[in-house]
């Protein structure tokens, strides 16, 4: 049982996060510290790393379409979360959780997806994801009203900013047009990014939830995909064994152990850092992308590589600082 704590009616004000009527509160009603906190923060890079891998999987599967490919790895990675059921049954208790619970879940996984599926068929692929990594930067922002972070730190949020900045230096000299017949798509993106940012400090919320819990909401974003793919799409199976091979790698790795990994990390570790340090995953992808031969090197990469990296550290340092 997890017993609710009633604070004063001006610091729930003013700490928006602190008291929820949806959702179960931390029992830490803090940001997590120490070297558990850092070895969990150190789990949630694991997730931006596979995270990295994702572009490249994307590209060698073939021609999917997007919701019939989220429904198959969503199916996969939710699948992958179910085996330690098979070992340890009392481990599926997990999946018994509130309807907030189960809401916050499904809702981040899939809301997330489909507004950026939505976004890619709206808008140009190029703008719609810039757009989209604005969710880094909304993480540490959030982050500033969970309980324990002591408001919004200057040291966090310059070094978003340069992630971003990072970012952005990936699409230097491309032809960028945001046209205003796209505002949709772009909106769409724009939404997305608010969806996984609000999704992931959440999650800091409901640490007491277990992460086995996750292989449920990828069951049930896999179900939505499925019916989202029957409804809007025309099914296209991989095309050789190398696509397949391309899918069920993404099922297992970016679409499957990473949103286990992320959960760790967000519940148990420090959410600023790993918002900071997700502006990586654009440009690690562009490296994976570079070497498997599928986009050139360019000196934007580096540029982008320098201002994430120093980001990261400054993020780190500024952590331990308080």
């Keep these: 049982m997890i017993s609710h704590r009633r604070g004063s009616l001006d610091g729930d004000l003013a700490n928006p ?19 558990t906190a850092t070895r969990a923060t150190a789990i949630g890079f694991g997730a931006i790393l596979l995270w990295a891998l994702l572009a490249l ?110 970012v952005a230096a990936l699409f230097a000299g491309r032809d960028l047009g945001f046209a205003t017949t796209a505002k949709w798509g772009y909106l769409a ?38 019916l989202c793919h029957l409804a809007f799409e025309t099914t296209v199976w991989p095309a050789d064994a190398t696509a397949w091979a391309a899918v069920v790698l993404l099922g297992l790795g970016p679409v499957g152990a990473a949103f286990y990994l992320w959960d760790i990390g967000c519940k148990r570790g420090d959410v ?3 918002g900071v340090a997700a502006y990586a995953a654009p440009v690690l992808s562009t490296l994976v992308l570079v070497a498997a031969g599928y986009a050139e090197a360019r000196l934007s990469l580096a540029l982008a590589c320098v201002l994430i990296v120093a980001g990261a550290l400054c993020a780190v340092w500024a952590s331990r600082r308080g």
């Design 189 to 226: 993106s724009l939404a997305a990014a608010f969806v996984w940012a609000t999704y992931s400090v959440l999650s800091a919320r409901v640490a007491a939830v277990p992460t086995d819990a996750v292989a449920g909401f990828c069951l049930a974003t896999g179900g939505l995909s499925l």
């Design 17 to 35: 996060w602190k008291q929820s009527r949806f959702l179960p509160p931390n029992p830490s009603d803090a940001i997590p510290t120490g070297g």
């Design 272 to 274: 600023r850092v790993l």
């Design 57 to 166: 999987f994307t590209a060698a599967s073939g021609r999917l379409p997007p919701f019939e490919l989220a429904a198959v790895t969503f199916l996969i990675g939710g699948a992958f979360g179910c085996v330690p059921f098979l070992f340890r049954p009392e481990r599926a208790r997990a999946l018994r959780q509130p309807l907030s619970v189960w809401t916050l879940g499904v809702g981040g996984l899939f809301g997330y997806h489909a507004l950026y599926f939505t976004a890619l068929r709206l808008a140009p692929p190029a703008e719609a994801g810039l757009i989209n990594y604005l969710w880094p930067l909304l993480i540490v922002l959030f982050s500033a009203w969970l309980p324990g972070s002591r408001g919004l730190r200057a040291g966090h949020l310059v070094d978003a900013l340069m992630g971003l900045a990072g």
